[in-house]
């Protein structure tokens, strides 16, 4: 350490200078400069390296806990503190995610549902519990609203899309693309707030169709649906809050780039053990397979 130290310095002081107020010696300091960096030093330059790819893949996303489980997944055998402390002295930092305001519409005549879930966002297999849920994303040409589908088992996003408009034919379109993709068994539930999108009669008689349950969050609480939530605030974070979409259109397309690329095939979400949601949905197919 004081050798490094010297070899930091020795610009702006005599090398002797230095070992004398450090109480080495010349001669050990020029022996240590002979052997050049120790194993550990070597390491950890290769360590910043592979920390600093990882952290652009991630669209500068990833804190120290995602960066360690992607270099494990590489066989990397590191430490999560080796990591952070690498980080700290790279400034390499996650970007940071803002605050956001609710859609929802509550008030209104139509019939609500009873909170099925109570904050239970567990999920033994999937199509088991769907959480759905709208947001907003400003463009230059005005707002565009977003509504998404995801499975609770593995927190992927399986039914999204995108409209100028907040209506009921929004999150039709949504739940109708996740319905296509998935094909649900009896038993499915399906939780949102109390939006009127979600209440209005042709989006119950659709759920009713397909012999799902509905379930809603509790007047004005937005925990009850907090994956959901949680999602929005990702993808914000990641990507909304850094942008300055000029059309809607071009909103669209790099949200569903997103979702369809990073989020779901890429992104390690801490929920499941720090991988990806379609790997976590891989990972049980062939374990119940195996089984």
Request: net charge positive; with cysteine; aromatic share 10%.
């Given at each position: 350490m004081r050798f490094g130290f010297i070899q930091v310095e020795k610009a702006s002081y005599p090398i002797r200078l230095l070992c004398r107020i450090l109480d080495v010696s010349a001669s050990g300091f020029y022996a240590w400069c002979a052997r050049g960096p120790s194993l550990r030093a070597r390491q950890d330059e290769s360590l910043r390296v592979a920390i600093r790819?990882?952290?652009v893949e991630s669209r500068q996303t990833y804190g120290s806990p995602r960066i360690h489980a992607e270099l494990r997944s590489e066989e990397r055998p590191v430490g999560r503190k080796r990591v952070a402390r690498l980080m700290r002295e790279e400034g390499l930092v996650p970007r940071r995610q803002r605050r956001f305001r609710t859609t929802t519409h509550s008030v209104h005549a139509e019939p609500v549902a009873a909170n099925l879930l109570a904050r239970d966002f567990s999920a033994s297999e999937p199509n088991e519990r769907w959480v759905a849920d709208?947001?907003?994303?400003?463009?230059r040409e005005g707002w565009l609203y977003l509504a998404v589908i995801l499975d609770l088992f593995s927190r992927r996003v399986i039914g999204w899309t995108t409209d100028g408009r907040i209506d009921q034919g929004l999150v039709t379109k949504a739940l109708l693309q996740a319905l296509n993709t998935r094909h649900p068994?009896?038993?499915?539930v399906h939780h949102s707030d109390r939006g009127v999108q979600y209440a209005a009669r042709d989006y119950q008689r659709l759920?009713?169709?397909n012999d799902i349950m509905c379930s809603m969050s509790r007047k004005g609480n937005c925990w009850d649906n907090a994956v959901a939530e949680s999602f929005f605030a990702t993808i914000k974070g990641d990507l909304i809050d850094h942008q300055n979409y000029t059309t809607r259109e071009e909103a669209r397309t790099s949200i569903g780039e997103y979702i369809e690329v990073f989020y779901n095939c890429w992104r390690?979400?801490?929920?499941?053990g720090y991988v990806s949601p379609v790997d976590y949905e891989t990972a049980a197919r062939k374990a119940k397979a195996a089984a």
């Amino acid at each position: 350490m004081r050798f490094g130290f010297i070899q930091v310095e020795k610009a702006s002081y005599p090398i002797r200078l230095l070992c004398r107020i450090l109480d080495v010696s010349a001669s050990g300091f020029y022996a240590w400069c002979a052997r050049g960096p120790s194993l550990r030093a070597r390491q950890d330059e290769s360590l910043r390296v592979a920390i600093r790819a990882v952290h652009v893949e991630s669209r500068q996303t990833y804190g120290s806990p995602r960066i360690h489980a992607e270099l494990r997944s590489e066989e990397r055998p590191v430490g999560r503190k080796r990591v952070a402390r690498l980080m700290r002295e790279e400034g390499l930092v996650p970007r940071r995610q803002r605050r956001f305001r609710t859609t929802t519409h509550s008030v209104h005549a139509e019939p609500v549902a009873a909170n099925l879930l109570a904050r239970d966002f567990s999920a033994s297999e999937p199509n088991e519990r769907w959480v759905a849920d709208i947001t907003y994303v400003w463009t230059r040409e005005g707002w565009l609203y977003l509504a998404v589908i995801l499975d609770l088992f593995s927190r992927r996003v399986i039914g999204w899309t995108t409209d100028g408009r907040i209506d009921q034919g929004l999150v039709t379109k949504a739940l109708l693309q996740a319905l296509n993709t998935r094909h649900p068994a009896l038993g499915l539930v399906h939780h949102s707030d109390r939006g009127v999108q979600y209440a209005a009669r042709d989006y119950q008689r659709l759920l009713r169709e397909n012999d799902i349950m509905c379930s809603m969050s509790r007047k004005g609480n937005c925990w009850d649906n907090a994956v959901a939530e949680s999602f929005f605030a990702t993808i914000k974070g990641d990507l909304i809050d850094h942008q300055n979409y000029t059309t809607r259109e071009e909103a669209r397309t790099s949200i569903g780039e997103y979702i369809e690329v990073f989020y779901n095939c890429w992104r390690r979400h801490s929920a499941i053990g720090y991988v990806s949601p379609v790997d976590y949905e891989t990972a049980a197919r062939k374990a119940k397979a195996a089984a």
